[in-house]
């Protein structure tokens, strides 16, 4: 059955779906899969194909496979495969019972490639990896046929038997397939289907020495599981040929393979090898580094599913590679959060006020919206006390033109509280820093306008110094300086446009007591400041850890709206 319901962005390979469905092909199957290579953590360019194959197979109530392309054992490691369940997962998509692995195809690979043999399609070759890559040829220039091309079929069995034997060392001997070394397409050259490999597999062990080739195995895959729609991004668009050739001159099963274009963000890298430097040479605490573009990376931060999944809708499916500004991710999180975080009140630069005519044992608890964007959060009891902590910022001796903050001699209001009016500044006697401002308050302020309807500028958040508690607080920012860290014209190392200042901890900060039993990741707007969470690693009972996930300032809300006025 079709939906026919409307889409958000422009979807070509849903419209090739759909044709596909009318005409009857597969026997009105859908049936996608997505294939990661267990090489690395998947960043959020994977969490766009995630939600293109997975959604697909939703909408058109077909099926979506699980599979990691586990052809190279000397990269790939069980940590990477755990990671990246976790991530399809926690993005709430379910492959149900259809969990697969190439290594699970390998011996039908090996029988595939006989049957190649047999035909005359594939032959043993002695050539290094340069002399490979010199017959090879350039796209200007053909390539030159292999000594060993011309073999019989039973050396070339006979050969390739001994190979997965483990007669031969490593980078001694290939089999590669029979095609054409004048050929434009330079991956149709008589590619490498196989390479020695003395290395134990995660999955396999050492039962294989020999492994096989990406582009040997992924079509198979696809044809084993009956995939309908191979969906790749456009850097296997040269590669389809080839593919192609493998599955007709084998005479089995053709899914039909649909490119789209890679998500590339500015001020990131997209690569995993690039992001693998990274943690490996300490520039990052890791994979789930907050500042990563990973998707483990983006949960600690405190980014949700819903916010990536409506960020891969933003951005549409398209042929055309373009830069995406991450402003839309940050925009995208932003909507999410402002619907379901909970308002609380924390200082992360704390000044301490005293408030010197509110009686000095008294204590009272005030009323404080939860969240103004959906009511039914209700409300919370914040403490009140003569002494408070407000931001460091919001307090000038000597303020510029414009500032409408606490000054001395001026009046502000305190969020759900009191207006107050600083009436002396104490400061270090030896430093001259300011310790701490004395205020007083009109009690007839409470909760609202004054009853003689003088007005003030500004509302200030605060915490009430007996009941605070104190936290460290990460600030995070984007990773790097420059929106294309890697198209610099000067030649210099991508990791030389690193943001010096991507982390600052805080250390002193002070939060409502209320946060004191907040779950491990939960989510919170800290007024005026962002949106905050619980770091999932490092926040213990006793010692609070918050990241920031994005702070409140929206630059592509503003973005939006000046294109929209402009139109």
Same mark, same amino acid.
């Given at each position: 059955?079709?939906?026919?319901?409307?889409?958000?962005?422009?979807?070509?390979?849903?419209?090739?779906?759909?044709?596909?469905?009318?005409?009857?092909?597969?026997?009105?199957?859908?049936?996608?899969?997505?294939?990661?290579?267990?090489?690395?953590?998947?960043?959020?360019?994977?969490?766009?194909?995630?939600?293109?194959?997975?959604?697909?197979?939703?909408?058109?109530?077909?099926?979506?496979?699980?599979?990691?392309?586990?052809?190279?054992?000397?990269?790939?490691?069980?940590?990477?495969?755990?990671?990246?369940?976790?991530?399809?997962?926690?993005?709430?998509?379910?492959?149900?019972?259809?969990?697969?692995?190439?290594?699970?195809?390998?011996?039908?690979?090996?029988?595939?490639?006989?049957?190649?043999?047999?035909?005359?399609?594939?032959?043993?070759?002695?050539?290094?990896?340069?002399?490979?890559?010199?017959?090879?040829?350039?796209?200007?220039?053909?390539?030159?046929?292999?000594?060993?091309?011309?073999?019989?079929?039973?050396?070339?069995?006979?050969?390739?038997?001994?190979?997965?034997?483990?007669?031969?060392?490593?980078?001694?001997?290939?089999?590669?397939?029979?095609?054409?070394?004048?050929?434009?397409?330079?991956?149709?050259?008589?590619?490498?289907?196989?390479?020695?490999?003395?290395?134990?597999?995660?999955?396999?062990?050492?039962?294989?020495?020999?492994?096989?080739?990406?582009?040997?195995?992924?079509?198979?895959?696809?044809?084993?599981?009956?995939?309908?729609?191979?969906?790749?991004?456009?850097?296997?668009?040269?590669?389809?040929?080839?593919?192609?050739?493998?599955?007709?001159?084998?005479?089995?099963?053709?899914?039909?393979?649909?490119?789209?274009?890679?998500?590339?963000?500015?001020?990131?890298?997209?690569?995993?090898?690039?992001?693998?430097?990274?943690?490996?040479?300490?520039?990052?605490?890791?994979?789930?580094?907050?500042?990563?573009?990973?998707?483990?990376?983006?949960?600690?931060?405190?980014?949700?599913?819903?916010?990536?999944?409506?960020?891969?809708?933003?951005?549409?499916?398209?042929?055309?590679?373009?830069?995406?500004?991450?402003?839309?991710?940050?925009?995208?999180?932003?909507?999410?959060?402002?619907?379901?975080?909970?308002?609380?009140?924390?200082?992360?630069?704390?000044?301490?006020?005293?408030?010197?005519?509110?009686?000095?044992?008294?204590?009272?608890?005030?009323?404080?919206?939860?969240?103004?964007?959906?009511?039914?959060?209700?409300?919370?009891?914040?403490? !009140?006390? *003569?002494?408070? +902590?407000?931001?460091? %910022?919001?307090?000038?001796?000597? $303020?510029?033109?414009?500032? /409408?903050?606490? #000054?001395?001699?001026?009046?502000?209001?305190?969020?759900?509280?009191?207006?107050?009016?600083?009436?002396?500044?104490?400061?270090?006697?030896?430093?001259?820093?300011?310790?701490?401002?004395?205020?007083?308050?009109?009690?007839?302020?409470?909760?609202?306008?004054?009853?003689?309807?003088?007005?003030?500028?500004?509302?200030?958040?605060?915490?009430?110094?007996?009941?605070?508690?104190?936290?460290?607080?990460?600030?995070?920012?984007?990773?790097?300086?420059?929106?294309?860290?890697?198209?610099?014209?000067?030649?210099?190392?991508?990791?030389?446009?690193?943001?010096?200042?991507?982390?600052?901890?805080?250390?002193?900060?002070?939060?409502?007591?209320?946060?004191?039993?907040?779950?491990?990741?939960?989510?919170?707007? !800290?007024? *005026?400041?962002? +949106?905050?969470?619980? %770091?999932?690693?490092?926040?213990? $009972?006793?010692?609070?850890? /918050?990241?920031? #996930?994005?702070?409140?300032?929206?630059?592509?809300?503003?973005?939006?709206?000046?294109?929209?006025?402009?139109?």
């Amino acid at each position: 059955m079709i939906n026919e319901k409307p889409e958000r962005t422009p979807n070509f390979i849903r419209n090739i779906i759909i044709e596909d469905l009318k005409k009857g092909k597969n026997d009105g199957r859908v049936h996608t899969r997505f294939p990661p290579e267990p090489n690395g953590y998947l960043h959020i360019g994977h969490a766009k194909a995630i939600c293109i194959v997975f959604g697909l197979a939703q909408e058109f109530n077909g099926l979506c496979n699980l599979r990691f392309d586990d052809t190279n054992p000397e990269k790939e490691e069980d940590e990477y495969v755990r990671s990246i369940i976790e991530d399809v997962s926690w993005l709430g998509f379910d492959w149900e019972d259809r969990l697969f692995y190439a290594s699970d195809y390998f011996e039908q690979m090996y029988e595939y490639a006989v049957q190649l043999i047999k035909k005359g399609k594939a032959y043993v070759c002695e050539l290094t990896s340069e002399e490979t890559r010199e017959y090879r040829g350039t796209l200007t220039q053909p390539g030159k046929n292999s000594p060993y091309r011309d073999r019989t079929v039973e050396e070339n069995l006979d050969l390739f038997e001994r190979m997965r034997a483990g007669e031969f060392p490593d980078g001694s001997r290939t089999l590669r397939a029979k095609i054409d070394m004048a050929h434009p397409n330079l991956n149709m050259r008589d590619p490498v289907m196989y390479r020695i490999m003395h290395a134990s597999h995660h999955r396999t062990g050492d039962k294989w020495c020999i492994y096989p080739m990406y582009d040997w195995a992924h079509g198979l895959e696809d044809s084993i599981e009956g995939i309908t729609h191979s969906i790749c991004t456009v850097e296997f668009e040269d590669h389809r040929p080839l593919y192609d050739w493998f599955l007709e001159q084998l005479d089995i099963f053709h899914p039909q393979q649909i490119e789209f274009a890679r998500l590339n963000l500015n001020y990131t890298v997209m690569s995993k090898r690039k992001l693998l430097e990274l943690v490996q040479k300490g520039y990052v605490s890791g994979w789930d580094d907050p500042r990563m573009p990973t998707l483990s990376g983006l949960r600690r931060r405190g980014f949700t599913p819903e916010s990536i999944r409506n960020f891969a809708d933003m951005i549409g499916v398209a042929k055309r590679d373009s830069i995406v500004d991450v402003a839309m991710l940050e925009y995208s999180v932003r909507e999410d959060l402002n619907k379901r975080a909970p308002r609380v009140m924390s200082v992360l630069k704390p000044l301490k006020v005293v408030i010197t005519n509110y009686p000095e044992n008294q204590e009272e608890e005030l009323d404080a919206i939860n969240n103004p964007e959906d009511l039914s959060q209700g409300t919370r009891k914040v403490p !009140f006390s *003569r002494e408070l +902590y407000i931001e460091q %910022d919001d307090f000038r001796e000597d $303020p510029p033109k414009k500032y /409408f903050r606490l #000054t001395p001699g001026r009046e502000v209001r305190l969020r759900y509280a009191y207006f107050i009016k600083c009436t002396d500044v104490i400061k270090d006697e030896t430093t001259g820093e300011i310790k701490e401002i004395h205020c007083t308050y009109d009690p007839a302020t409470k909760g609202g306008d004054a009853p003689d309807g003088r007005k003030v500028k500004a509302t200030l958040h605060w915490v009430s110094a007996a009941h605070a508690l104190d936290a460290e607080v990460r600030m995070y920012d984007r990773l790097f300086e420059v929106p294309d860290p890697l198209g610099n014209k000067s030649g210099e190392d991508f990791k030389a446009y690193i943001n010096p200042n991507s982390l600052e901890v805080l250390k002193n900060c002070k939060l409502e007591p209320g946060l004191k039993d907040a779950d491990s990741g939960a989510h919170f707007q !800290f007024e *005026r400041l962002g +949106y905050f969470c619980v %770091d999932k690693v490092d926040s213990k $009972p006793g010692n609070l850890v /918050f990241n920031r #996930t994005v702070p409140l300032r929206d630059s592509w809300a503003k973005i939006e709206k000046a294109m929209k006025n402009k139109s």
